[in-house]
């Protein structure tokens, strides 16, 4: 049976930011989480408008920090960066199927294109850093390109402690089923090296299968929408019994966080997460698109989940 230490969050890019963190720890004290997605670029400039480039660490337990980019020298930059901010560990995205970020930055997905470039990001991060690094990739760009075998091989050969594998190709994006045999696959050519299983994990049963499959940790992506109490008990803590209180006090963080102006329109997804499954969530969803302010957004979540 799993640890929680090895059960991660995924990094979700717009989603896993600090308040949704706070959040995820409350629920689940020692599970392994992620930041966002942040880009080397950004960090590196310390661009002023991005908030989380300014994050501090320091009480956050157990955080990966995952960067991605297509320069070498900028990734060691930003991993030094976030080693210097309190990161626990440094993640290279080398999965990430979005156009802009796979296609036009030439980073995340594409990488499973280009192995030398793969191979000297990684070791310029690895040799910037005293923290551990790891990698999160999928099967390959498509169903002819099953080849990240190697780039999981270039990563354990480069100093590269783990390597997290979706169970999907580029192409696929978040179509069809993950497929957690094919990342057997690959862990059976790497017996002795650590594969975290991802993709379409949601329940104690699907940790189960694929710990049978030599899984030796899961991560856990869009189950957690709505349902970061997911984690807690994946991790065999008890569920919150009150949700409508857990649920204020995420909307409270990110008031605190980003304050009223852009906090509120943030909240709106997650609200809706939340509200998915139970009565008159379409209602209250449509009501929650509308909502302006703080007060607004509080009286509707204390009506709508405080039942």
């Known amino acids: ?41 950004s960090l590196v400039a310390s661009a002023k408008n991005c908030k989380r480039n300014f994050d501090d660490y320091a009480d956050e337990s157990n955080i990966g ?24 560990w440094i993640d290279i995205n ?15 997905a594409f990488l499973m294109r280009d192995h030398s470039l793969a191979e000297r990001i990684i070791k310029e991060v690895v040799g910037a ?17 099953l080849d990240s075998i190697n780039l999981v091989r270039i990563a354990a050969d480069s100093g590269v402690q783990f390597a997290t594998v979706h169970g999907r190709t580029r192409a696929q994006g978040y179509a069809g089923a993950a ?14 090296y650590p594969i975290i299983f991802n993709g379409d994990i949601k329940t104690a049963a699907d940790i189960a299968a694929v710990e049978k499959l030599g899984a030796n940790g899961v991560m856990i992506g869009r189950a957690l929408l709505g349902n970061p109490w997911l984690l807690g008990e994946l991790c065999n803590y008890k569920s919150p019994l009150d949700h409508y209180k857990l649920i ?27 509200s998915n499954g139970m009565q008159d969530s379409a209602v209250f969803r449509t009501k929650v698109n509308q909502i302006q302010t703080a007060a607004e957004m509080s009286r509707a979540i204390k009506e709508f989940f405080n039942q």
């Open 129 to 145: 850093v005293k923290i551990p690094v790891s990698i999160k990739t999928r099967l390959g760009w498509d169903d002819k390109h």
């Open 94 to 108: 080398m999965g990430c199927p979005v156009p802009k970020v796979a296609a036009r930055a030439g980073a995340g």
């Open 1 to 41: 049976m799993l640890k929680p230490s090895q059960i991660f969050a995924a990094p979700l890019a717009g989603i896993t930011d600090k308040p949704f963190r706070q959040i995820l720890r409350k629920c689940a004290p020692d599970a392994m989480l992620m930041t966002e997605m942040i880009s080397c670029h």
């Open 65 to 88: 920090a995952q960067i991605f980019g297509a320069d070498p020298r900028l990734m060691a930059e930003a991993a030094k960066i976030l080693e210097g901010q309190g990161a626990t």
């Open 179 to 192: 497929d957690w045999q094919k990342i057997a696959d690959i862990k059976k050519q790497m017996a002795n």
């Open 248 to 274: 204020q006090e995420h909307f409270d963080l990110i008031l605190e966080y980003y304050g009223e102006r852009a906090g509120v329109p943030m909240f709106r997804k997650h609200a809706a997460w939340y």
